[in-house]
T-cell receptor, first 111, second 114 residues
Framework: KQEVTQIPAALSVPEGENLVLNCSFT??????LQWFRQDPGKGLTSLLL?????REQTSGRLNASLDKSSGRSTLYIAASQPGDSATYLC??????????FGKGTRLSVIA | DTAVSQTPKYLVTQMGNDKSIKCEQN?????MYWYKQDSKKFLKIMFS???????INETVPNRFSPKSPDKAHLNLHINSLELGDSAVYFC?????????????FGPGTRLTVL
């Protein structure tokens, strides 16, 4: 059974700092991994989707990496801004089970 | 130009009632989903439909009945509501089924059962 863990559960950083969010999964036989952002009281916004054959994806200040063999992914946020404050969710698709989400990392960027 | 919309945004009701949540997407996607996010913020898939056909039902009680009148709509009807049904319900859609590409989420419906 696939399990997804995100560490830390919460993170507070000063504006401008570079930061890394971690996601680990127990079954390395995945099809893809997605990073989402959830703002309070709102739905999820897909940030990056990494296929199992890829090692990383970049979008603006965001860079997500995938190491299937070790069951890990990281989301790197460069030059953080207060507008980046949100909960970041990692989700894994393993083919024979539906999308499995982690519980998220709640990020606060302080001006 | 809302991509995935849900109504209502908030729903407060008594135990035992029957209620429906509506979802519409204007992205031309073939696949739609319902997710439940509980009080601990844990998000889990409930149903998935592709071209109006059910393809995933994740051990959801049969009090929950999704209905897809067409590819752009996936409604969720809940019978005999229980306290444990209180949660935020999210609708989502994607072009291809089975989580192989990006999903687009609606804003959520916060259901409170008293």
């Amino acid at each position: 059974k696939q399990e997804v863990t995100q560490i830390p559960a919460a993170l507070s950083v000063p504006e401008g700092e570079n930061l890394v969010l971690n996601c680990s999964f127990t079954d390395s036989a995945i099809y893809n991994l997605q990073w989402f952002r959830q703002d309070p009281g709102k739905g999820l916004t897909s940030l990056l989707l990494i296929q199992s054959s890829q090692r990383e994806q970049t979008s603006g200040r965001l860079n997500a990496s995938l190491d299937k063999s070790s069951g890990r992914s990281t989301l790197y946020i460069a030059a953080s801004q207060p507008g980046d404050s949100a909960t970041y969710l990692c989700a894994v698709f393993s083919g024979n089970t539906p999308l499995v989400f982690g519980k998220g990392t709640r990020l606060s960027v302080i001006a | 130009d809302t991509a995935v919309s849900q109504t209502p945004k908030y729903l407060v009701t008594q135990m035992g009632n029957d209620k429906s949540i509506k979802c519409e997407q204007n992205l031309g996607h073939d696949t739609m989903y319902w997710y439940k996010q509980d009080s601990k913020k844990f998000l889990k898939i409930m149903f998935s439909y592709n071209n109006k056909e059910l393809i995933i039902n994740e051990t959801v009680p049969n009090r929950f009945s999704p209905k897809s009148p067409d590819k752009a709509h996936l409604n969720l009807h809940i019978n005999s509501l229980e306290l444990g049904d209180s949660a935020v319900y999210f609708c989502a859609s994607s072009h291809r089924p089975e989580f192989t590409d990006t999903q687009y989420f609606g804003p959520g419906t916060r259901l409170t059962v008293l």
